[in-house]
């Protein structure tokens, strides 16, 4: 699982599903005759062709050197058709039917467009907490293939996946490429590396791509994108409450930069996070001394870590007990909600549903009547 942000984050997810025909050859339908445009995204590049679908995946983590080329053609093309063309890149043949990913944030679009039954393997799948597909696992149609990035490439090799979702965090995984020697297709996501919530959404019209259900995915997108922008619009002119964020670990004190996709949802949330003014790569650290200096008043605290009580908190750190939010119990947590085997509901689902994330939010930071009926999806009261 991408353990990316431990201590810190906003996010969210799972949309309804609904059904369209599997067997629709994308290539071939109308609305796929133009280029798929992206509002949000900056790391997604789609072209339309009369030979194919062109895909291009921009630096797919921080520090990458390089951009991926993939080139989507339909399943009944014939085996000349396969072959590689100069700068065409990595073949793939939708829809895809069998699909390996190796981090529960790619998860969610499955759910999303009903095709949870093409994923055949997953490496540590206690990490999954979705309900259906943990069904699937513990029936036996998900097999476990390895730890993290660190793939167990016979196994793959066994489930024949049509593609792999990968993912990098600080450079290329020779795993990765000795799968791809073996002929199977390694689509690498850098949806985490979006900045924007809605960013990180979009990235479900590739999926859109891949099981030939683009106007599903848009759709389901559209819905994401309407929903986020009504509810920042509710306090756009309301009065700015102040945030902080994160724990300490190992004590280093962990928070969002201000231009991050967590320092964004709170500024569009209508809060003022204490650190709205830094920018940068990964994540702010720390020391408890300094965050008690900058946001010792502070009106709420957002994810402090994986704690789920005020006791176990001041139990690690007594300096915890000094801040304005934990005295006055304005602490709210996503670490309660979890999925049967133990994985963080969160860190699955959020990055695929910003706009739960924000509702959530402006729900606790907010008058509750802004949004009437309401029922925080991700987030609860630490409890005492």
């Not at 024949?160 to 297709?185: L, R, S």
């Not at 509810?231 to 102040?242: F, G, I, N, R, S």
């Not at 139990?315 to 602490?331: C, E, H, S």
Request: charged fraction near 20%; charge should be negative.
């Amino acid at each position: 699982m991408m353990k990316q942000f431990l201590y810190i984050g906003f996010i969210a997810i799972l949309l309804g599903s609904c059904k369209q025909n599997r067997d629709q050859t994308l290539v071939e339908t109308p609305e796929a005759k133009s280029d798929i445009s992206f509002d949000y995204a900056t790391g997604l590049t789609v072209q339309n062709t009369e030979t194919g679908i062109y895909v291009t995946v921009k630096k797919p983590w921080p520090d990458a050197t390089k951009d991926y080329t993939y080139k989507l053609i339909p399943a009944s093309s014939q085996k000349r058709e396969l072959i590689p063309e100069p700068d065409a890149g990595t073949i793939i043949q939708v829809p895809v039917k069998r699909i390996i990913a190796t981090s529960t944030t790619h998860l969610p679009p499955l759910d999303l467009l009903g095709v949870e039954k093409s994923l055949v393997g997953f490496p540590e799948t206690d990490y999954i907490s979705n309900s259906t597909i943990r069904n699937l696992i513990e029936t036996g149609n998900i097999q476990d293939v390895g730890i993290n990035e660190r793939l167990d490439v016979e196994s793959v090799i066994l489930t024949q996946p049509d593609v792999v979702i990968g993912y990098g965090v600080e450079g290329e995984n020779p795993t990765y490429n000795n799968i791809q020697k073996a002929g199977i297709p390694v689509l690498f996501s850098g949806a985490w590396v979006e900045k924007h919530p809605l960013g990180r959404a979009e990235w479900i019209k590739l999926y859109g791509l891949l099981f030939s259900k683009q106007k599903q995915a848009d759709s389901i997108f559209n819905k994401i994108k309407n929903d986020y922008l009504q509810a920042k619009e509710l306090v756009v002119d309301l009065p700015k409450p102040t945030v902080i964020a994160g724990a300490t670990w190992k004590d280093v004190w962990y928070l969002p930069y201000g231009d991050s996709w967590q320092g964004l949802i709170l500024a569009d949330a209508g809060c003022n996070y204490i650190y709205e003014n830094t920018s940068g790569k990964g994540s702010l650290a720390y020391n408890i001394e300094q965050v008690l200096k900058d946001a010792q008043k502070a009106d709420y605290w957002i994810a402090p870590g994986s704690y789920t009580t005020y006791s176990n908190m001041l139990a690690d750190n007594q300096a915890y007990g000094q801040f304005k939010a934990f005295q006055q119990k304005k602490l709210y947590t996503f670490a309660l909600k979890r999925g049967s085997t133990g994985g963080f509901i969160y860190y699955e689902e959020a990055s695929m549903r910003p706009d739960l994330v924000l509702k959530d939010i402006i729900y606790l930071t907010h008058d509750r009547d802004l949004l009437k009926d309401y029922q925080p999806y991700f987030f609860s009261t630490l409890l005492p």
